[in-house]
């Protein structure tokens, strides 16, 4: 490695190199499929649902980001979504393509980091996140709008569910700059209303609210301290 910042990109590469790499951590957090954790379940999240049950979405072309084991691109699939399922991590990629096979659906598992996508401008009429977005660093984080902007065609749909700062299943509340003082995302990032409003104030905001709490087992996925976000690219 060169070690000299000549790039944007070198410079993202550097501050990336302080941090946990992602890919070897996740492929070690799918390793053992029964150690209890929520979003094991093989459920779609409330707040998708529910964007259908309103009649936010019509079906078309998602892309999703961090999908791990897959069970939201299951049920976009399942709806009649052409579905893009990007994740890092093999192990999770696995375990997704079986619960598809199991259900007898299609879905395109791309093995990449969603920074290294190649994506046509404007290629998706949606693009979700359910618990990615709060385990990128920030100075990733201008990058990651990015994706979602050229990812999504005009007017298309984008929404989010990640960690409520100071939440039960993590949410850390400290600064950015601490971040890279720790060389640590303590878990994950929380955010709030104001945060996330703030972070995505490019696109139009629909809807930001706390996620529903369902107790499994249930045929919807929902835990205290998880804010969700649907917002519209303008
Ligand atoms: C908390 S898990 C959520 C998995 C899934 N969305 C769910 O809710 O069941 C976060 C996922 O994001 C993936 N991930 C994190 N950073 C990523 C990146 N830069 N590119 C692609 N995937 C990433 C991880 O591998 C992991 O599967």
Same mark, same amino acid.
């Given at each position: 490695m060169k070690e000299t910042i000549y790039h944007y990109e070198d410079l993202l590469n550097m501050l990336d190199s302080l941090?946990?790499?992602p890919t070897h951590f996740w492929d070690s957090f799918y390793?053992?499929?029964?150690?209890?954790? *929520?979003?094991?379940?093989?459920v779609p999240d409330e707040n998708l649902v529910s964007y259908f049950d309103r009649n936010f979405l019509n079906v078309g072309k998602v892309l999703e980001l #961090?999908?791990? *084991? #897959?069970r939201n691109a299951i049920y976009l699939a399942q709806k009649g979504w052409t579905v893009d399922a990007v994740d890092l991590s093999k192990e999770s990629l696995k375990w997704a393509e079986e619960r598809a096979i199991e259900n007898n659906i299609h879905i395109n598992f791309i093995h990449k980091n969603i920074f290294d996508l190649e994506i046509e401008e404007g290629t998706y009429d949606f693009v979700y996140d359910s618990g990615c977005f709060h385990h990128i660093a920030p100075h990733r984080r201008m990058s990651y709008i990015n994706v979602v902007k050229k990812a999504l065609k005009p007017n298309g749909y984008f929404a989010i569910t990640c960690f409520y700062e100071g939440g039960l299943f993590g949410g850390s509340d400290i600064s950015d700059w601490e971040v890279y003082r720790l060389r640590s995302l303590k878990g994950g990032l929380g955010y709030t209303d104001e945060k996330l409003r703030t972070v995505f104030r490019e696109f139009r905001e629909i809807e930001i609210r706390k996620m529903k709490v369902f107790n499994q087992p249930n045929h919807v996925f929902g835990v205290p301290d998880f804010l969700t976000g649907l917002f519209q690219k303008e």
């Open positions: 941090l946990r790499e390793s053992d499929r029964e150690k209890g954790i *929520p979003f094991f379940v093989n #961090g999908c791990g *084991p #897959g």
